[in-house]
């Protein structure tokens, strides 16, 4: 049986998700897109997983990619599937109800930029490179990255990663809203996990909501989202963690959230 493309613990509720094929800088070939695909929905569906970090194994590279080993000789057809497949993986990740933190430890290119960009939050190591090289291979982005890093860092910065190829460090990609947070390379696993564990703690059913609202709100009229923000507001006056949320702050105390 093949070796899983993916390491999988739990410290506490954080999940910590990690692309494992370091000899290939942990590129993304079919089974990989599957496996984390399966991993999403299983994170998902485990009431004990309050917050999710996504990372690639070794000290080189977050995701180098998707696998141009694979890619290359590829149908017209099979093109067409491999983008789709990456997408509804990437999709699916972007609409998970639980957060998840891209921790960039390395190079985010191309398909890797796509899948960090598909996470709730992206921390980097002030060593990391992001870019979309599609152009050099003769290619474009192929699971969304013109869409959402255009809707991530606008027009501009969009054309200029696309059309150049050229990577970026870290520090250009946080100016340009790319990447939430930089740290030295060093802080980045401690960084990354206290942040997690913030969210772990937080209030599960609320997170959702945020979560929620800004995938809809991205993608429809201010009207609209205004009132869905409305009605997801409502709905936290139905939960045990707004009572004690609120009563929490009332009593000068800390609030425990149980999700409820
Ligand atoms: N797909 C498949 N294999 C990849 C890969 C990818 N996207 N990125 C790196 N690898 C493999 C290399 O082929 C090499 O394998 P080998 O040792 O069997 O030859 C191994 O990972 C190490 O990569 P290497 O290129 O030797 O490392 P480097 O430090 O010299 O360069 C990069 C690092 C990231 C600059 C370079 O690997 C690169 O440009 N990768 C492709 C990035 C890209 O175009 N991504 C978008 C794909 S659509």
Redesign the pocket.
């Known amino acids: 049986m093949a070796e899983t493309p993916l390491l999988i613990t739990d410290t506490g509720a954080v999940r910590v998700v990690t692309v494992h094929r370091p000899?290939?800088?942990n590129?993304?070939?079919a089974a990989t897109l599957d496996a984390l695909h399966a991993a999403f929905q299983a994170a998902e569906a485990d009431p004990s997983v309050r917050a999710i970090v996504l990372t690639g194994s070794g000290p080189?590279?977050f995701?180098?990619?998707?696998?141009?080993?694979?890619?290359a000789s590829l149908t017209p057809t099979q093109g067409r599937d491999f983008s789709l497949r990456g997408q509804r993986m990437m999709r699916a990740l972007e609409k998970l109800s639980k957060p998840v933190i891209a921790m960039i430890n390395g190079?985010a290119?191309?398909?890797?930029l796509e899948l960090a960009m598909s996470c709730h939050l992206r921390i980097a190591a002030d060593t990391a490179?992001v870019?979309?090289?599609?152009i050099?291979?003769g290619?474009i982005?192929?699971f969304g990255g013109s869409q959402r890093l255009l809707r991530l860092a606008g027009r501009a910065a969009t054309l200029e990663l696309c059309l150049l190829?050229a990577?970026i460090d870290a520090m250009r990609a946080l100016q340009l809203g790319i990447v939430n947070r930089v740290v030295p390379a060093a802080e980045l696993e401690a960084a990354t996990m206290q942040l997690a564990g913030q969210l772990a703690q937080s209030a599960p059913l609320a997170l959702r909501g945020t979560l929620d609202c800004v995938n809809v709100g991205g993608e429809c009229g201010i009207e609209e989202g205004l009132e869905y923000e409305s009605a997801q507001f409502g709905l936290m006056f139905s939960t045990e963690d707004m009572r004690e949320g609120t009563r929490a702050f009332l009593e000068r105390r800390k609030p425990v959230f149980g999700g409820r």
């Open positions: 000899d290939k800088l590129a993304l070939d080189k590279a995701v180098a990619g998707a696998d141009i080993a694979e890619m190079f290119l191309g398909g890797g490179k870019g979309q090289p599609e050099n291979l290619l982005p192929g190829g990577p």
